[in-house]
C-alpha cells in the first residue's frame, strides 16, 4: 500500500511539475501488476486513470462535467476536480466565484437546478453561508455559498444519484 501510494504521489507530482509543457503522458506501474497513468492537458489540469476509475483537476468546468444536465451558475470557475470510478459512478467539485451577496447567489444557483427540474432536499442558511442540496432522478447537488473577497463563492459538489 506505502509503495503504490509513495508510485502515485510522485506521478501526480511529476504531473503538476509538467502542466506547463504541454500536454503529457506518463505511464506508471502501480507493484500490483497494475498501472495508472498521469496525463497533463496543457494548460494546467492533471488526469489520472487506472482501473478503479480516474481523476481529474483544473480550471473550468471539470472533465466530463454534465452541463446539460446540472445547470451552473454564471461566473469564474475557479478550481475543479472530478472523479469517475469503474463502477460508473461519477462526482465533481468545482468553485464558481460571482458578483453579489450570499443570499442573491444561494438563489440564483438553486433557481437554476429547479427551474431545470430539481428538487430541494435540504438547506441550511445563516447570515454567512447558505448550503442547500437539490436532487434529480440521475443527480445529486449540494451548494455551498459564501462571501470571498471578490463577492460569492458558490462550491458545487455533483454525484450520481445511487440507484
Not at 3 to 14: E, K
Not at 64 to 87: S, Y
Amino acid at each position: 500500500m506505502t509503495r503504490r501510494f509513495a508510485s502515485l504521489s510522485a506521478a501526480l507530482v511529476t504531473g503538476i511539475l509538467l502542466t506547463g509543457c504541454g500536454s503529457v503522458t506518463i505511464p506508471i506501474p502501480t507493484g500490483d501488476g497494475g498501472s495508472v497513468e498521469v496525463d497533463t492537458n496543457g494548460d494546467g489540469g492533471v488526469t489520472i486513470d487506472g482501473d478503479g476509475g480516474s481523476v481529474s483537476t483544473g480550471s473550468g468546468l471539470p472533465k466530463g462535467f454534465p452541463a446539460d444536465e446540472v445547470p451552473v451558475i454564471e461566473g469564474r470557475v475557479t478550481a475543479a476536480v472530478a472523479i469517475k470510478q469503474a463502477d460508473g459512478t461519477q462526482g465533481y467539485t468545482f468553485s464558481v466565484v460571482v458578483d453579489g451577496d450570499v443570499a442573491s447567489a444561494a438563489d440564483k444557483a438553486s433557481g437554476l437546478l429547479t427551474d431545470a427540474g430539481y428538487e430541494l432536499e435540504n438547506s441550511l442558511e445563516s447570515p454567512e453561508s447558505v448550503v442547500r442540496s437539490l436532487g434529480s432522478d440521475a443527480w445529486l447537488v449540494v451548494i455551498t455559498v459564501a462571501a470571498v473577497e471578490q463577492g460569492s463563492g458558490v462550491n458545487y459538489t455533483v454525484a450520481t444519484r445511487e440507484r
